[in-house]
T-cell receptor, first 111, second 117 residues
Framework: SQQGEEDPQALSIQEGENATMNCSYK?????LQWYRQNSGRGLVHLIL?????REKHSGRLRVTLDTSKKSSSLLITASRAADTASYFC???????????FGQGTTLQVKP | GAVVSQHPSRVICKSGTSVKIECRSL??????MFWYRQFPKKSLMLMAT?????????EQGVEKDKFLINHASLTLSTLTVTSAHPEDSSFYIC?????????????FGDGTRLSIL
């Protein structure tokens, strides 16, 4: 079953604004990953944060992880119309290699 | 970067037909591949874990006789939807990892849109 919950489910912003998406999970993790999915396509890996890390940056992306609250956030700064997509967090299923995906946030960036 | 190719991208067929979907890792070896199903505007649901040289591990509620998985080589896994019916219509996505099981991202194919008439 899917263990991740994301909010908001949908987010609409203007180009140039920042977008923040949140993810909560239920079990202990080794790492948490964020993926992006353009409509009708596969997923693209954005960033992985390990359980002993609190914050990670990659270009315009900033991810935080709070293991005490079992939550993570993805911040996209200076958004662009091309950032329009669905964003999913995913946690590892222990040592199985499986990924458990959140419900996703659909982001629309208006030009 | 690691590339996973999934084929076909779209299939439209009649009810009762069996459909095979291929997932290939193009530039790395994948001992483990994963098959997901995604409904419109929904998240990915893991169907099964495909292990090279051994039987696939299916998630609870997924019929193994309905969704046949074969992982005959380190670069190819196939999912066959047998005797497909309209309720099997969905978006199917595969993924593979090119490293250790933990702390590694998965690389996804572009998905297969299956429509059963």
């Amino acid at each position: 079953s899917q263990q991740g919950e994301e909010d908001p489910q949908a987010l609409s912003i203007q180009e140039g604004e920042n977008a923040t998406m949140n993810c909560s999970y239920k079990t202990s993790i080794n790492n948490l990953q964020w993926y992006r999915q353009n409509s009708g396509r596969g997923l693209v890996h954005l960033i992985l944060i390990r359980s002993n890390e609190r914050e990670k940056h990659s270009g315009r992306l900033r991810v935080t992880l709070d293991t005490s609250k079992k939550s993570s956030s993805l911040l996209i700064t200076a958004s662009r119309a091309a950032d329009t997509a669905s964003y999913f967090c995913a946690t590892d299923g222990g040592n199985t290699g499986k990924l458990i995906f959140g419900q996703g946030t659909t982001l629309q960036v208006k030009p | 970067g690691a590339v996973v190719s999934q084929h076909p991208s779209r299939v439209i067929c009649k009810s009762g037909t069996s459909v095979k979907i291929e997932c290939r890792s193009l530039d790395f070896q994948a001992t483990t591949m994963f098959w997901y199903r995604q409904f419109p505007k929904k998240s990915l649901m893991l169907m099964a874990t495909s292990n090279e040289g051994s039987k696939a591990t299916y998630e609870q509620g997924v019929e193994k006789d309905k969704f046949l998985i074969n992982h005959a080589s380190l670069t190819l896994s196939t999912l066959t939807v047998t005797s497909a019916h309209p309720e099997d219509s969905s978006f199917y996505i595969c993924s593979a990892s090119d490293g250790k099981r933990n702390n590694q991202p998965q690389h996804f194919g572009d998905g297969t849109r299956l429509s059963i008439l």
